[in-house]
């Protein structure tokens, strides 16, 4: 598979077509899309528009963009202008936003061409994408399995070729998750380096957008290209976007490794043996691995089942049928709302809705909300402590490779354990990106997790390039 | 101040307001999108405020810059604040949340004193959004309930509006009226709003309950949809009296909203407080805290025009009228006052200044068209007796129609020249001896005698002699 | 922390999310909220009473924007989205029961 850097290269220097890219990549889709449904919608006619576009600036001498003649495909909870942008759920399906986000206004100024619309799980809530109101996707690597989720049709699109890189959005793990499971790189940046306007909010305090990309290279070119402070989204950090291209071939001789004491429990041991593996191939680069303790982190699924159901509970009342998305009628107004969100939302979105709805109301406020924002600050306090020692933190992504479909939808529980060595970074809204790092059980892709302190996206790349190096 | 007894039996009032204030700012509260009254329906809209999915919100400074105003003027504590999301449906309010205030408003513990110095505590001015527009068709009543349908327009949503708290420590419905009043005029003083009820830019919710001296407050009810001072005292009195007849009559007072209807003079119960929703707030997590450093509110401090209690103050002062008197009321009002300064220190007689401005210049700007100099002649005229007060009257509506000029012709060409002292005395002395009668029973104490001779000499004068100057020197006489 | 989560008590946040649940669905929702919340309990043995509540990743403050106008979306465009409109604005069916 072509990678980004790679294409960018050949378009802006005229030894390819981004045409020819564009139609490589549909072929792709053409062939295997109908397996695995990456996508709630493809926009062909405008990618090849966009293609020609990109190769007549080439052919006329002007300057492309860091993007140029890159196909990209977008989760499906990106904002875009005139084209349907449905969350994978029946309430917004059909809905053409009358703006685009910020992210994908700076992939359009790049010269990236947009291919379509990517499935996930209902409003971003899910590991699996069995939650998409349009079907699951399929894992590439095996179609019986899942490909992770939320951004399962990101992870997939560009696992299967259907695009050079995608862009997803991570709550408590939504990139970094299905990444590891489709053996591609996914990036989480620090909360505030990616604009999230135009981004179908889940829960404000955590959705970060993020890049998906075959390696760490792609990765670094794409996210810096969508970084940096946006003045449409008040929590956007007001720095430029960090140079991370730079810093690939750093090496990491003399960076400190840490290695969590405390893990939670329930990884799968081939998993756990891939995690070895990344430590031995950073010492032997010369890097030092430090035992660290997170203690806190036990709690870390309960502080975020209360704070982003709260928050979505919140975020998702908007959807009333009053103006825009679909409306079911009724007689009367109350029950219009009533019957459209009945009908418009999938069982996890209510069953979220509902828990979050309950953890807010009055009585139950302190006992629940209240309390999480305080474990909240716990578990960042144990990183801030844990951060004085190392660079940055090795864990597993996911505590398993991916799964058969209909394994873990009966038990919502089990499925909110798939996150729980993702979720404590999203609650200190510090970065972290999953390495394809070797297979696991039944030769499925393994990730790595490299974690690291609010904006520390430089020793994050850093590492990842290494890691990638040793393979 | 003045206690009115409009309660029977001991019943004391007791009414807290709470104030809705549109800012006066050219876009939305949090994004930018026209805050504008009057546009076609849903023109001024954005992703913000329609709630689009995706949508941020980002604070407008001069909105934030217009509410500091607010406090500082209404002697609050301006703090460091965030804002929260207070979750309810309603058709109107895009998000189904309306970003508001809660634990940290910007303003706090300020007050404002009305006439008598009668101080109102203000407990909080927060920052929140308005919502959109909803208009009921169908059914018979044009009223929510029995409609067939509802209309919304956004154009409203999301304008920048601070609630304005007062502590429950008006007492009658005349302060409270004062209360709408005094602040609407601090607010138009720092041009924070355009402050129109009755285009929706300022609105009242009062809460009202009743109590005995002595026993602790009463349960209140909310008043909505009082849209103007003059309803504010209605519906209060209005409520007052049944709350009143409701308890004496051996009955409870249910804590509930009632709505207020301007062509019956009465309320009505809208919602209990049995129906009202778990609101929810929480912190907003797409906003971050506003921490308004010292020099930002120093400057706004030092921007703050002369407010009208002050400026009353100073007219009073200069002219010899009563602070909370109607004179420096309505010339304040008017933004009158400077110009008044000018008359006076044209050489212009002070009170007739004053007077003047308040009764003849309602319809002038706070810069009338007739130069400062040309009233001072005019009430040195009237004051040296050159003309009288009823001549004066006349002249003024010259001056004012002719947008000045000189007042000494004018008196000539209506033909009012002075009569000078001697002529009016000699004019007394002729009715006195004409009116024996009339004199004998006013140098007796029979008041009312006086007008039969001052109208003698009136005659006489072909009212060219000043009313007054008679009457000096009839008392005169008659001592 | 509270007692184990009711029928009732689903049902009266279901009505606050305006969500109208099937019987089925309510016996469902009770029987996983339950199992959640038992879960959640873990948290109980915290000693939080010093602990600040943590509201933001990022400290920022005093994020503003100038008060200058850009243009309005286009309001047919806008309400070709809407589920009904009319004259201009968007259409809903008639408040009953309680209202503003």
Not at chain 1, 460 to 468: D, G, I, P, S, Y
Request: hydrophobic share 40%; proline share 5%.
């Amino acid at each position: 598979m072509q990678k980004l850097v790679d294409i960018v290269a050949g378009v802006t220097n005229g030894s390819l077509k981004a045409s020819a890219v564009v139609e490589e990549h549909l072929a792709r889709i053409v062939a295997r899309e109908s397996e695995i449904h990456a996508f709630n919608l493809v926009t062909a006619d405008q990618a090849r528009t966009d293609a020609a576009k990109v190769d007549e600036d080439v052919k006329a001498g002007k300057k492309v963009g860091a993007l140029a003649g890159v196909p990209i495909a977008l989760k499906d909870n990106m904002c875009t202008r005139g084209v349907e942008t449905t969350c994978s759920s029946k309430i917004l399906q059909g809905w053409k936003p009358p703006y685009d986000a910020t992210v994908v206004t700076k992939l359009r100024a790049a010269g990236a061409v947009i291919m379509g619309k990517t499935n996930l799980d209902e409003f971003a809530m899910g590991s699996s994408t069995e939650n998409s109101a349009f079907g699951p996707t399929k894992n590439p690597h095996d179609v019986s399995r899942v490909p992770g989720g939320s951004s399962g049709g990101s992870a997939a699109a560009v696992s299967a070729g259907f695009a050079a890189a995608s862009l997803g959005s991570d709550t408590g793990g939504s990139i970094r998750q299905p990444a590891a499971l489709c053996g591609v790189v996914g990036v989480k940046p620090t909360y505030g380096v990616v604009s999230r306007y135009g981004l179908v909010a889940f829960a404000s305090s955590l959705d970060q957008i993020g890049p998906f990309t075959s390696d760490v290279r792609d990765a670094a070119t794409l996210l810096e290209v969508i970084s940096g402070h946006d003045p449409m989204d008040s929590t956007s950090i007001p720095q430029p976007a960090p140079s991370l291209v730079s810093v690939l071939d750093h090496g990491v001789a003399g960076m400190r490794i840490g290695r969590v004491t405390d893990l939670p429990e329930g990884c799968e041991p081939d998993v756990l043996a891939r995690l070895e593996a990344a430590f031995d191939a950073l010492r032997s680069a010369g890097a030092i691995i430090v035992d660290i303790k997170l203690p806190s982190i036990q709690y870390c699924l309960t502080a975020y089942y209360l704070i982003a159901p709260a928050e979505a509970s919140s975020n998702l009342a908007r959807y009333d049928g009053v103006r825009y998305g679909n409306r079911v009628d009724a007689a009367d107004l109350n029950s219009m709302y009533a019957a459209t969100r009945e009908a418009g939302f999938g069982e996890e979105v209510k069953r979220r809705i509902m828990l979050g709805t309950y953890a807010l109301s009055a009585g139950y406020y302190d006992a629940y909300y209240g309390k999480a924002l305080k474990v909240r600050r716990l578990i960042s306090d144990d990183f801030a402590h844990a951060y004085e020692k190392t660079d940055v933190i090795l864990t597993p992504t996911s505590p398993s490779v991916a799964f058969k479909f209909g394994s873990k939808t009966d038990n919502p529980l089990a499925m909110y354990l798939c996150d729980v060595f993702t979720i404590p970074t999203n609650l200190a809204g510090h970065p972290a990106m999953s390495v394809p790092f070797g297979t696991g059980a039944d030769s499925m892709p393994v990730g790595v997790q490299v974690l690291a302190t609010t904006l520390g996206e430089q020793a994050m790349f850093k590492v990842a390039a290494e890691l990638e190096r040793s393979l | 101040m003045s206690e009115v007894a409009a309660l029977p039996n001991g019943w004391q009032l007791i009414v807290g307001l709470e104030v809705h204030v549109e800012l006066a700012t050219k876009t939305k509260m949090f994004s930018a999108s026209a805050n504008r009254f009057g546009d076609e329906p849903n023109t001024n809209i954005d992703p913000v405020t329609l709630g689009l999915p995706g949508a941020l919100p980002v604070l407008n400074q001069h909105a934030i810059e217009l509410a500091i105003r607010i406090g500082l003027a209404l002697n609050c504590k301006v703090q460091p604040c965030t804002f929260h999301r207070k979750n309810y449906f309603y058709p109107d309010l895009p998000k189904a949340y309306q970003i508001t205030q809660y634990d940290h408003p910007l303003n706090i513990d300020g007050h404002l004193m009305l006439p008598g110095d009668v101080r109102i505590g203000i407990e909080r001015a927060h920052l929140e959004e308005d919502t959109g527009k909803s208009t009921h068709f169908g059914g018979s009543s044009g009223r929510i309930h029995g409609s067939d349908y509802s209309l919304i327009d956004f154009n409203r949503a999301g304008v920048p509006l601070v609630e304005i708290v007062s502590r429950p420590d008006i007492r009658t419905s005349e302060q409270a009226r004062q209360y709408v009043g005094e602040l609407r005029s601090i607010l138009l003083a720092v041009g924070a709003s355009d402050a129109k009820m009755e285009e929706g830019s300022m609105r009242c919710d009062v809460n009202v309950s009743v109590h005995k001296l002595g026993t602790p407050f009463g349960t209140r009810c909310e008043i909505k949809n009082v849209n103007s001072i003059r309803s504010v005292g209605r519906a209060i009195d209005y409520e007052a009296r049944r709350q009143v007849d409701v308890i004496e009559g051996g009955g409870t007072i249910r804590q509930e909203t009632r709505h207020w209807d301007d062509a019956t003079g009465r309320t009505e119960t809208l919602r209990t407080k049995e129906d009202a929703d778990d609101y929810r707030y929480f912190l907003e997590p797409d906003l971050v805290p506003l921490v308004p450093d010292q020099s930002w509110i120093d400057a706004v401090r030092a921007a703050l025009p002369v407010l009208p209690a002050a400026r009353r103050q100073a007219l009073a002062e200069l002219c010899g009228v009563d602070k909370d008197g109607e004179s420096a009321f309505v010339v304040v009002e008017r933004g009158q006052d400077d110009y008044v300064s000018a008359v006076v220190a044209a050489g212009g007689d002070p009170r007739r200044a004053v007077v003047y401005v308040q009764q003849a210049f309602a319809e002038q700007s706070a810069t009338p068209k007739v130069p400062a100099k040309d009233l001072a002649a005019l009430t040195i005229l009237e004051r040296d007796a050159k003309v009288t007060s009823t001549q004066a009257k006349t002249l003024l509506t010259d001056l004012i129609e002719a947008g000045g000029g000189d007042v000494s012709a004018m008196a000539t060409k209506r033909g009012f020249e002075a009569l000078d002292k001697s002529a009016v005395e000699a004019m007394v002395d002729a009715a006195i001896a004409a009116e024996p009668g009339a004199w004998q029973k006013y140098c007796n104490g029979e008041e009312k005698a006086l007008g039969a001779l001052v109208g003698a000499v009136m005659k006489s004068s072909k009212g060219k002699a000043d009313g007054k100057v008679i009457t000096a020197l009839l008392q005169a006489k008659r001592t | 922390m509270a007692e184990k989560i009711s029928k009732e008590t689903v049902v009266k946040v279901s009505r606050l999310a305006r969500l109208s649940l099937t019987t089925e669905e309510t016996e469902r929702m009770t029987a996983q909220l339950a199992g959640m919340l038992e879960h959640f309990r873990d948290i109980d043995a915290l000693d939080l009473a010093s602990v600040e509540p943590m509201t933001q990743p990022y400290p920022l403050k005093n994020v503003l924007r100038k008060d200058v106008e850009l243009p309005s979306l286009d309001r047919d465009e806008v309400l070709d989205q809407a589920p009904a409109a009319e004259s201009g604005r968007f259409r809903v069916p008639p408040t009953i029961g309680f209202d503003v």
